[in-house]
Each structure stands twice: as structure tokens, then as C-alpha cells.
């Protein structure tokens, strides 16, 4: 076995290095001395042509002075050293992009949260750490090669999977933005879980008017197909080129089921959440007649009754209890508990509450809550509801309500503090247990689309604020409850943001990723396939004609570097952090 071998792309000249320090406004040069780093990399790096210190690196005016000495100098590399690069490293790649320089022969080293603030007690230290960073920074750029790029070509049609209210509200949003739609829903109908509901506050609009509305909408476009008793079978490409197989099950009895194949340029995901089931015993759930779900008190609700009624009796006086299936505590022996809250099961509840009272006389309902969170707008549901004639009691979480029959009505006895943290017995007609959200079981879909799941269950974004919509497969993106639990409103607003997200796509002829991707040197590569078994995205095959090597498919590459630690003579590398890159900075650390 060859050892392992470093390489460059192509042997460069003689490096102008310019180096800018920026003080930030005392953020940096209160802690670290920057006059001294200054003076420090001009005595001992000849390389380095222009080294400044910049009241404020990315203000306008630094950058105007940047681009000049970028080209007064004839500077062919650049170091920032600054604030995070999470800030401004875009900033200053754009600064460069504008000089004529190529932008990834910058790097931005980070010496405010490495360097002053980690450091605000020691000044002397804080100078000598942000002064090793520049000094690793500048061995940098001087193996960095030119890096561009990296273009494709895009389909301008997007696939959702999933055809309830987000789904939906994707597939109208695309639409309009003149998208091609692709919607696949497993179900026969559309609408999802909202198609069961009845009213909802605040405009007491029920779930099957929403849904309604945003079908008849969508059957009116010309630009949308939808396939329901479909499901995914595989998917393969990347950002831009995914070819996706769908198997549709025809309606007719006995008839064969059919195959269809598309091509998208990028994928929503909105498969919905399940409803959480209680276990046979959970506060009297399938041993105490008279224990439902909220769901199934939905339902009943639905038939239009004059008197409220659950199979056979009359409902007099009835008990919500909250929290069950969210925020859990984890049992002993390990098994399953949803420490997260719902989010919606409180205003669920209050909404079914005020619904009660609106249309049925004489019903007493008590709210028995760990802690109520009607946030936001909702705030005012719960005070209608309160003037309405439910009555709020919040029980002791470390006790929480006991359900038991009497006779032919429920017994619930519960705990609170407002009752002096007394036993307190009430009677009822009816317990319903308000359920909360739970991640859809898409065992086949999870494993064919090999979506990141968080600690909930739910797919996991690549960041909650910068980009709430975005996974780590580029161009699959993920909305509503698949993400989270959340109510109608931000389900559909988050269906929105992955509607725009997807056209900022597609709408494209030709889509730009970023060029930190795997690449492999033909003359060390042995075909070990190491690399394509570590590989997440199935970025890397073994092409027979390049004499059985090893080929990266770019667009499809992630950059993880998953691949390069396992490759046993060093043929495979990432661009932009080559071995040869990173031992250079490691090597100046450690002088």
C-alpha cells in the first residue's frame, strides 16, 4: 500500500499576500494588541506586501481601500482577520470577487470570539493567539489555489411530497411563481390531518373549508399534476437534476399499479405529523368508558347535533386534560417519552372549548393544565373561553390527574396549588385527552431520501434562524409539522418560506454551489472504495474508463470530508482544505 501523498493543483508563483486587521471598534483592539500583530507580520513575513489595522474591516470605506491595494499591488491573496467568518466572510469574498481577485484566495480568520473575547483577562495572550491565527491564515493562502464555482443546469419543476395543507400551500405558492409542480400524496384525498377538523379560531373557518379552498385553487392550474395513492419509491441526482420514481396504485379493484418517473430540479417534504396514541391505561384511555382523544371529540362534533352526545350519552360536564404525548417524562427503563411540547394542543383544546359553548348550552368544562400556552394572538381565545363558562385549574405536574370510573361517569382527581395542594374530585361526563404532535412514521420515505432527523423524531434544518428550510441534502428542503409541531398558520407559513426557498432554485437556467467538494488525483487513487462506502450522498463512484478510479460527482458532493479519512493513500481531498492546506496552518500554530 502507497503511503499517504499530498498534492497541489498546480504549482503557483511567487505570493503578494495583503493583510488587514480590524480593531472592530474596541471589540477586538481592547483585548489584543492590534498594532503590535501588525508590526509583528510585517517583520517576519516578506510575502506579505501591504499589512494594515482597519477601525472596522467591512465598513464600506475598508473595502473601497481593500480593492485598491488589491490592485495597485498587484495582490494575488488576501487576509481578513476579523470577526466571525459566519458574519462577514461573504463580505469580504464579495470585496475580493469586485478587485478582479478570486474570492476563495481570501481567508478570513476569526480573531474577535477566538481570540479577544475568549480572552478578555489577558490581553498579552489574547495578542500572541490572534497573532498565531494570522500567521496560520497567511501559510494558508499561500498553498490556496483558485477556486471556482461549480455550475449546473436546473429542471424547472419541483416535487412535494405530501398533499396536506402544506404541501398544498407549496404547490399554489410555486405555481404562480410559474413552477412546475409535481405533488405526491399516499393517501387518496388531499388536506392531511386539517381535513378532519372543524372550526378554528379565529375565524371559525372549519378544516374542510381551508382544504377546500386551497384544492379547488390548485386543480384550477394548469401547471400543477398531482398523484395521490402515490408513494416514493428512489430518488437520485442532485440540486437541480433529481430523477425521482413514483409508484401510483390505481383506484379500480384489481387493476395493476403503475410506475412514473420525474425529474425535478428540487423537493419539499411535507409529510405531516402523526397524532399520539396513549397507551391502554393512560388516564383511564381504553379501560374507563368515557376517556377519548381530542381527535375523536373532533369528530363528533362534526355531525351537526343540536345536543352534545358521545356514543349514547348525554354531556353534561366534561374535562380536558393537557400535555399528553408532549412533554413527557422519561421513564425509568428507558423506553419512549415526547419531552417536546406541541405547541398547538393548547389552542386546540381552548378553540374546541369556545366551539362547545357557542353551540351547546349548559356544558361545564374544566381545563386541567400543566401549563397553559395559548401564545401570541391566541392569547384572546383563551380569555372567550374563560368568559364563556370553562373553568382553567392547573395540576401539579409531579401529580397529575387520576381517572377512574363512578358509576356511569369519570371520576378525575387531580392536585393544584390554587386548592391548597388538596386532593380535589371532580365528575364527569366525558375526559379528553388533548394529544399532542408526533413525527410521521415514513420509514420507507426516511430511508430513501436519508433526510437528518432531530432528537424529537422531526426532519432536522440546517439552522433554525438562517436557514429554517433548508436539510443538508441541497435542494430537499422540509416544511410545516414534518419539521415541528406547529398550528395552521405556521404550518402554512412555513410551506411558504420552502415555496420560495424551492423557485429561488429553479427559476434559474444555471444554479452556482459552492466549490468546497471532494476531488480525487487519478495517479494515487488504487480503487480501495473506501470513499464510496463512507460516502452519505452517493457522491462518489468507480469509473471503469478513468482505469477503474475513483470519480466525484461535484453537484452531489457535501463537502463533509467523511471521505478523506478513510481514503488510505490520501487520493481524495477537499478543495479549499487540502492536506496540504490544513498541515501548513497546523505546522505555523505550533512554531
Request: glycine share 8%.
Amino acid at each position: 500500500m502507497k503511503c499517504r501523498q499530498e498534492f497541489k493543483l498546480t504549482e503557483g508563483k511567487k505570493e503578494r499576500i495583503g493583510v488587514y486587521v480590524c480593531h472592530c471598534g474596541g471589540n477586538i483592539s481592547d483585548y489584543v494588541d492590534v498594532k503590535k500583530v501588525v508590526e509583528e507580520i510585517k517583520k517576519g513575513e516578506p510575502n506579505a506586501i501591504i499589512v494594515k489595522d482597519l477601525m472596522f474591516d467591512c465598513a464600506d470605506a475598508s473595502q473601497s481601500e481593500m480593492i485598491e491595494d488589491i490592485k495597485a499591488q498587484k495582490l494575488d491573496r488576501v487576509v481578513v482577520a476579523a470577526c466571525s467568518p459566519k458574519l462577514h466572510e461573504a463580505t469580504f469574498r464579495n470585496m475580493a470577487k469586485r478587485a478582479d481577485l478570486n474570492p476563495y484566495m481570501l481567508y478570513h480568520a476569526d480573531i474577535r470570539e477566538q481570540s479577544s473575547w475568549a480572552h478578555e483577562g489577558d490581553m498579552e495572550g489574547a495578542t500572541s493567539k490572534a497573532l498565531a491565527h494570522v500567521r496560520a491564515a497567511i501559510a494558508y493562502v499561500k498553498s490556496a489555489e483558485p477556486l471556482e464555482k461549480i455550475k449546473s443546469e436546473t429542471t424547472h419543476s419541483v416535487l412535494i411530497i405530501g398533499g396536506g395543507i402544506a404541501g398544498l400551500r407549496a404547490a399554489i405558492d410555486l405555481s404562480r411563481m410559474g413552477v412546475n409542480v409535481m405533488l405526491v400524496e399516499r393517501s387518496p384525498a388531499l388536506g392531511g390531518h386539517v381535513a378532519e377538523l372543524g372550526e378554528i379560531y379565529p375565524y371559525y373557518t372549519s378544516g374542510p373549508e381551508i382544504v377546500k379552498g386551497l384544492v379547488d385553487e390548485l386543480k384550477g392550474r394548469d401547471n400543477v399534476a398531482i398523484y395521490t395513492n402515490a408513494t416514493v419509491m428512489s430518488y437520485s441526482g442532485y440540486l437541480g437534476k433529481f430523477e425521482v420514481k413514483v409508484k401510483v396504485t390505481h383506484r379500480q379493484p384489481g387493476s395493476e399499479y403503475s410506475e412514473i418517473t420525474l425529474h425535478v430540479g428540487s423537493i419539499i417534504v411535507a409529510t405531516g405529523f402523526d397524532t399520539y396514541r396513549p397507551p391502554k391505561g393512560e388516564y383511564g384511555y381504553g379501560t374507563v368508558k368515557g376517556v377519548v382523544t381530542l381527535p375523536d371529540l373532533v369528530k363528533a362534533l362534526g355531525d351537526g347535533s343540536k345536543e352534545l352526545i358521545y356514543e349514547g350519552r348525554r354531556i353534561r360536564e366534561m374535562a380536558f386534560i393537557y400535555c399528553v404525548g408532549s412533554r413527557q417524562k422519561p421513564p425509568e427503563d428507558g423506553g419512549h417519552a415526547n419531552l417536546y411540547c406541541s405547541r398547538y394542543c393548547c389552542n386546540a383544546a381552548t378553540s374546541q372549548a369556545l366551539t362547545i359553548h357557542r353551540r351547546f348550552n349548559n356544558v361545564k368544562i374544566y381545563h386541567l393544565y400543566r401549563d397553559m400556552r395559548t401564545y401570541g394572538r391566541n392569547e384572546l381565545m383563551y380569555e372567550d373561553a374563560a368568559k364563556g363558562g370553562s373553568i382553567f385549574i392547573r395540576f401539579d405536574e409531579d401529580h397529575p390527574p387520576l381517572v377512574a370510573e363512578d358509576g356511569d361517569r369519570c371520576r378525575v382527581t387531580f392536585w393544584s396549588s390554587l386548592i391548597e395542594n388538596q386532593p380535589v374530585d371532580i365528575l364527569v361526563d366525558l375526559v379528553v385527552l388533548v394529544t399532542g404532535m408526533e413525527p410521521r412514521q415514513n420509514e420507507e420515505l426516511n430511508r430513501t431520501l436519508s433526510l437528518p432527523a432531530g432528537s424529537d423524531g422531526f426532519y432536522k434544518e440546517i439552522h433554525p434562524k438562517l436557514r429554517p428550510v433548508e436539510t443538508n441534502i441541497t435542494g430537499v428542503l422540509i416544511s410545516g409539522t414534518a419539521q415541528a409541531p406547529r398550528d395552521v398558520r405556521e404550518t402554512l407559513s412555513s410551506a411558504s418560506a420552502a415555496a420560495a426557498k424551492a423557485a429561488s432554485f429553479v427559476l434559474k437556467n444555471e444554479l452556482e454551489l459552492d466549490p468546497f467538494v471532494a476531488f480525487v488525483n487519478p495517479q494515487a487513487c488504487e480503487a480501495h472504495q473506501e470513499c464510496i462506502k463512507e460516502c452519505p450522498y452517493g457522491a462518489i463512484e468507480l469509473v471503469e474508463e478513468l482505469g477503474k478510479k475513483a470519480r466525484v460527482t461535484s453537484a452531489k458532493c457535501k463537502g463533509c470530508g467523511a471521505c478523506v479519512a478513510v481514503c488510505p493513500t490520501g487520493a481524495i481531498q477537499l478543495k479549499g482544505y487540502t492536506n496540504m492546506e490544513i498541515k501548513s496552518m497546523i505546522e505555523e500554530l505550533a512554531r
